[in-house]
C-alpha cells in the first residue's frame, strides 16, 4: 500500500525564521516522485517543489528546498525566511509510477508577524 | 489560457438531486484528474483521463459517480441521488505525462 504521512497537524514560525515540515511516505517501488503542494485559505493548490527519487540531489526552489532520505522514505520540506504569504495548508503527495497522486493529511503553516 | 478552471465554484443541492461539475484543463495538458478533499483530509483520488480515455477509477467512485472527458478537452463529473456524505471539495487538476499536476480552484459541493 502506498500511504503518505504528515505527522505535524499544526505548525507556526517567525517571520523571517526558518521552518521544517516533515513527511513519510510508504512504498516498495524504486522509482516515484515526491512533492510539496501549497493550499492557502480559500484558494487553489500550488506545486511548492518537486523531487524525483532517482535523483540523490535535494531540490530547491528560491526560499524551499527539501531533505530528501530515500533509504529512511523521508521528504521534508525547508522553509527558509519565512513570510506571511507562507501562511497555508501544506501538503506532501508521492506518485509512484502510474498516475495516481497519494497526499498526506497536510501541515497547517502559520507564520507569526 | 490561465490555468485550470472549475466550474461552479460553489454548489448547494438538496440531497437526491443530481449535479454536474465541468473542469477545462490547461489546453495542452493531455492528463486530468478528479480528486474529491474533505475538511482536515488530503485530496483523494477518484479518476484520471488521458486524452478521452478513462484510464483509472478509484473505489470511492460509486456507481453514483460517472466522469466523462468526450473529446479529450474539457470533463464533467456528475454525481447522481446525491448523499450528504458526498459534501466535500472535488478538485481537478491536468498535467503533462512525469509532471506535477496544475490544480482547478475546486468546486465545493454542499448537500443539504
Known amino acids: 500500500a502506498q500511504t503518505v504521512t504528515q505527522s505535524q497537524p499544526e505548525m507556526s514560525v517567525q517571520e523571517a525564521e526558518t521552518v521544517t515540515l516533515s513527511c513519510t511516505y510508504d512504498t516498495s517501488e524504486s522509482n516515484y516522485y515526491l512533492f510539496w503542494y501549497k493550499q492557502p485559505p480559500s484558494r487553489q493548490m500550488i506545486l511548492v517543489i518537486r523531487q524525483e527519487a532517482y535523483k540523490q540531489q535535494n531540490a530547491t526552489e528560491n526560499r524551499f528546498s527539501v531533505n530528501f532520505q530515500k533509504a529512511a522514505k523521508s521528504f521534508s520540506l525547508k522553509i527558509s525566511d519565512s513570510q506571511l504569504g507562507d501562511t497555508a495548508m501544506y501538503f506532501c503527495a508521492f506518485r509512484p509510477t502510474g498516475n495516481q497522486f497519494y497526499f498526506g493529511t497536510g501541515t497547517s503553516l502559520t507564520v507569526i508577524p | 489560457d490561465t490555468g485550470v478552471s472549475q466550474d461552479p465554484r460553489h454548489k448547494i443541492t438538496k440531497r437526491g438531486q443530481n449535479v454536474t461539475f465541468r473542469c477545462d484543463p490547461i489546453s495542452e495538458h493531455n492528463r486530468l484528474y478528479w480528486y474529491r478533499q474533505t475538511l482536515g483530509q488530503g485530496p483523494e483520488f477518484l479518476t484520471y483521463?488521458?486524452?478521452?480515455?478513462?484510464?483509472?477509477k478509484s473505489r470511492l467512485l460509486s456507481d453514483r459517480f460517472s466522469a466523462e472527458r468526450p473529446k479529450g478537452s474539457f470533463s464533467t463529473l456528475e454525481i447522481q441521488r446525491t448523499e450528504q456524505g458526498d459534501s466535500a471539495m472535488y478538485l481537478c487538476a491536468s498535467s503533462l505525462p512525469n509532471r506535477g499536476y496544475t490544480f482547478g480552484s475546486g468546486t465545493r459541493l454542499t448537500v443539504v
Open positions: 483521463f488521458q486524452n478521452e480515455a478513462q484510464l483509472e
